[in-house]
């Protein structure tokens, strides 16, 4: 059923042209998908992994689906071509990014695919916004909440809260 559809956990993530727009593109796009239910704040950060580009914007948002995960990444990268990101290297700069943070409770270990995400607990960019939302939002692998997770991340890098995203 619809209702029980597990919980999925998206970060967006976007610091070329006019990231926030893609942003609201990228939402706008999400809800024609699957059933949005939070969206956090809008968060400038500093970037992460490859220093020389410019700060992103950065949110997360809660949905329900009951596509499968293959279908639902199929689907988030569908956008991402349509909204024009052309795929460099990694941490590269980007246009819109959609990562699949979790899917419920799933664990998946695919070629293409991996659930949880690999690096959430680490990123002050997905962690300070998921806190936001869903402060006791569990990590099916690692068994902290979000708050937990934020407390014990150590430093991070800057993440400033802009404004509410509606
Ligand atoms: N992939 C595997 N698991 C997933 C998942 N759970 N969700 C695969 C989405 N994709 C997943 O991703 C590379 C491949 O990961 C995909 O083909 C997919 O099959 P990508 O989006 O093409 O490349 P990427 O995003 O550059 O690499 P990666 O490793 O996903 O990096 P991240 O972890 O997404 O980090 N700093 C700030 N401040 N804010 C950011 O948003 N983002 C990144 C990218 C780096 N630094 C950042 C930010
Ligand atoms: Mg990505």
Same mark, same amino acid.
């Given at each position: ?60 948002? !809660?949905? $329900?689906? /009951?596509? *499968?995960?293959? @279908?639902?990444?199929? &689907?988030?990268? #569908?956008? %991402? =071509? ?59 692998? !690692?068994? $902290?909440? /979000?708050? *937990?997770?934020? @407390?014990?991340?150590? &430093?991070?890098? #800057?993440? %400033? =809260? ?5």
């Amino acid at each position: 059923m619809y209702s029980t559809a597990p919980l999925v956990v998206l970060g967006l993530g976007a610091n070329l042209g006019d990231p926030v727009g893609q942003l609201r593109e990228a939402v706008r796009r999400l809800r024609e998908l699957l059933r949005v239910e939070a969206i956090s704040s809008l968060y400038r950060t500093a970037p992460v992994g490859y220093a020389e580009q410019p700060d992103f914007y950065n949110l997360v948002c !809660l949905a $329900r689906s /009951a596509l *499968e995960p293959a @279908a639902l990444l199929a &689907e988030t990268q #569908r956008i %991402e =071509r349509e909204m024009g990101r052309e795929r460099s290297f990694r941490n590269a700069p980007r246009a819109i990014d959609l990562d699949i943070l979790a899917m419920g409770d799933m664990v998946v270990d695919a070629a293409g695919l991996t659930l949880p995400h690999p690096r959430l607990h680490e990123r002050g960019f997905v962690l300070v916004p998921l806190a936001e939302i869903a402060p006791g939002w569990r990590h099916p692998i !690692l068994r $902290r909440t /979000a708050a *937990e997770l934020l @407390a014990d991340a150590g &430093e991070l890098e #800057r993440v %400033e =809260r802009i404004q509410a995203f509606d």
